[in-house]
Every structure is written in structure tokens, then in C-alpha cells.
């Protein structure tokens, strides 16, 4: 499916962890960079963290330290990020979507997924 699939959220006490995973069909003859962004109760989505077609990864400060990223590109027709969230914050709760970017040549296309919930209570 050309839109990611996210799954793994759900309910977690304050310092707790939880792994969220999206995965999209893959073209190998393209090069795909994958995203997290979060869209917390009444606040604008904001960057989470993404891991780029060169293997390169960045991460919003505020999850820096906390979340790590992690790509499975094994099969060759999908690709699966991960997000691995430990230490969760009030903070964190939010809406977690992902974003595929896929370059073929010279086309360009970004696809969302729907978004796994994630909330942390105190």
C-alpha cells in the first residue's frame, strides 16, 4: 500500500516505553526517506524524528536522548520504521503519524499514514 501503516500506540504511565512501527510497500528502484511527526490536544504537529534514504537520523529536541529511530529495509517489498520511546512524558501524548517520502528519478511523493495514539498519564 502506497499510504504508511502505523501501529503500536496505546496507554502508558509516565516513564514508560512503547514501540511504533509504520510500514509502506516499497519500489526498490526508488529511495524512500521516513518521518514521525505528532500532533499533541489543541497543538500544531511538530517533527518527531526521520531517518533519510542515506541512513542519516535527526530528532526533535525534545525527544532527543528518549526516542531512537530504526529503519527495516530487508524485504524488498516493504520498508518498516520504528520508533522506540522510552521515558514517555505527559508531554508526549499525542497523535503519531508517519511520512513516506518517495524519489523515483525525477518524481517526488509524499504519503501520510493515519496515526497511532499514543497517551502517557502521570
Known amino acids: 500500500q502506497v499510504q504508511p501503516v502505523e501501529s503500536g500506540g496505546g496507554s502508558v504511565q509516565a516513564g514508560g516505553s512503547l514501540t511504533l512501527s509504520c510500514t509502506v510497500s516499497r519500489n526498490v528502484y526508488c529511495w524512500y526517506d521516513m518521518h514521525w511527526y505528532r500532533q499533541g490536544p489543541g497543538k500544531e504537529r511538530e517533527f518527531v524524528s526521520g531517518?533519510?534514504?542515506?541512513?542519516?537520523?535527526?530528532?526533535?529536541d525534545s525527544v532527543k536522548g528518549r526516542f531512537t529511530i530504526s529503519l527495516d529495509n530487508a524485504k524488498s517489498t516493504e520498508i518498516t520504521v520504528y520508533l522506540q520511546m522510552s521515558s514517555l512524558q505527559p508531554e508526549d501524548t499525542a497523535m503519531y503519524h508517519c511520512?513516506?517520502?518517495?524519489?523515483?528519478?525525477?518524481?517526488?511523493?509524499?504519503?501520510w499514514g493515519q496515526g497511532t495514539q499514543v497517551t502517557v498519564s502521570s
Open positions: 511520512k513516506a517520502t518517495r524519489r523515483c528519478g525525477n518524481t517526488r511523493a509524499e504519503n
Open positions: 531517518f533519510a534514504s542515506d541512513g542519516s537520523t535527526t530528532y526533535a
